[in-house]
């Protein structure tokens, strides 16, 4: 394995001997940890670096690991979260998995289920990662979206380009092609939890998309909206 191939894991644990025992054992088995102590370190990693996984325990002085799941996911980022939990109540494990943990262990646990754990979800991200990939330029008819120079090329071969929002939205619908992202889906995804806009806005998107790619925008081919619903792109 080279050393870009490494997959980095954030390791949340408040109690330094096992800590110290679970960091070692991750970097036998190649991983590159990074360690936080508390929730607040936690919270400050994850957003300065890229992860694979995030081991977080619940317990942790100040903010505690419900609330470090909790944040990161209101901030957008859907890295694979592994909770270490000495409560060992169904209650607190249904919690942990509703504010955005994806799997829960409880304490204490065996070391090598929690190492096959961590190797699943890292796996089963990365296919994910991979089955949503598409390239920086999509063709579609006889246009042409560059999704990093966030410009596009009309059916009359016209250049213009487009706002961050309209490049994501273009992204999300176009990594979903055939199927109805929901609008819930498309305001998390563009606007954030928090921010909801207008739900009128997401129509006016979609309008916008087909003055620019259609041929006929009352008759649109590539981009729909199902009622109630959400909206879907065809090719
Ligand atoms: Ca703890």
Same mark, same amino acid.
């Given at each position: 394995?080279?050393?870009?191939? #490494?997959?980095?894991?954030?390791?949340?644990?408040?109690?330094?001997?096992?800590?110290?025992?679970?960091?070692?054992? =991750?970097?036998?088995?190649?991983?590159?940890?990074?360690?936080? &102590?508390?929730?607040?370190?936690?919270?400050?990693?994850? /957003?300065?670096? &890229?992860?694979?996984?995030?081991?977080?325990?619940?317990?942790?002085?100040?903010?505690?690991?419900? $609330?470090?799941?909790?944040?990161? #996911?209101?901030?957008?980022?859907?890295?694979?979260? %592994?909770?270490?939990?000495? #409560?060992?109540?169904?209650?607190?494990?249904?919690?942990?998995?509703? @504010?955005?943990?994806?799997? &829960? %262990? $409880?304490?204490?646990?065996?070391?090598?289920?929690? %190492?096959?754990?961590?190797? !699943? =979800?890292?796996?089963? $991200?990365? !296919? %994910?990662?991979?089955?949503?990939?598409?390239?920086? !330029?999509?063709?579609?008819?006889? $246009?042409?979206?560059?999704? !990093?120079?966030?410009?596009?090329?009309?059916? /009359?071969?016209?250049?213009?380009?487009?706002? @961050? /929002?309209?490049?994501?939205?273009?992204?999300?619908?176009?990594?979903?092609?055939?199927?109805?992202?929901?609008?819930?889906? +498309?305001?998390?995804?563009?606007?954030?939890?928090?921010? &909801?806009?207008?739900?009128?806005? +997401?129509?006016?998107?979609?309008?916008?998309?087909?003055?620019?790619?259609?041929?006929?925008? #009352?008759?649109?081919?590539?981009?729909?909206?199902?009622?109630?619903?959400?909206?879907?792109?065809?090719?």
């Amino acid at each position: 394995m080279t050393e870009t191939a #490494r997959k980095s894991i954030l390791l949340v644990e408040d109690e330094e001997n096992l800590h110290d025992a679970l960091r070692l054992n =991750l970097e036998l088995e190649n991983y590159q940890v990074t360690s936080a &102590y508390d929730g607040t370190q936690a919270l400050k990693a994850v /957003k300065a670096e &890229y992860f694979d996984l995030v081991i977080l325990d619940v317990m942790l002085p100040g903010i505690d690991g419900i $609330n470090v799941a909790e944040t990161i #996911r209101v901030q957008q980022n859907p890295v694979p979260i %592994l909770m270490l939990s000495a #409560r060992d109540t169904s209650a607190d494990r249904i919690l942990g998995l509703k @504010k955005g943990a994806d799997d &829960y %262990l $409880n304490k204490p646990f065996n070391l090598e289920e929690l %190492l096959l754990r961590v190797q !699943k =979800l890292i796996d089963k $991200n990365q !296919k %994910l990662q991979e089955r949503n990939h598409i390239a920086e !330029k999509y063709s579609f008819g006889k $246009n042409t979206i560059d999704f !990093k120079a966030q410009e596009a090329f009309n059916t /009359k071969n016209e250049r213009f380009s487009l706002s @961050k /929002k309209e490049t994501m939205l273009l992204k999300l619908l176009i990594e979903n092609k055939n199927e109805v992202v929901k609008r819930e889906k +498309i305001l998390q995804a563009v606007w954030g939890y928090q921010v &909801y806009p207008n739900t009128r806005t +997401i129509d006016n998107f979609i309008l916008n998309f087909r003055k620019y790619f259609e041929d006929d925008s #009352r008759n649109p081919k590539h981009f729909h909206s199902v009622r109630g619903v959400g909206y879907k792109y065809t090719e």
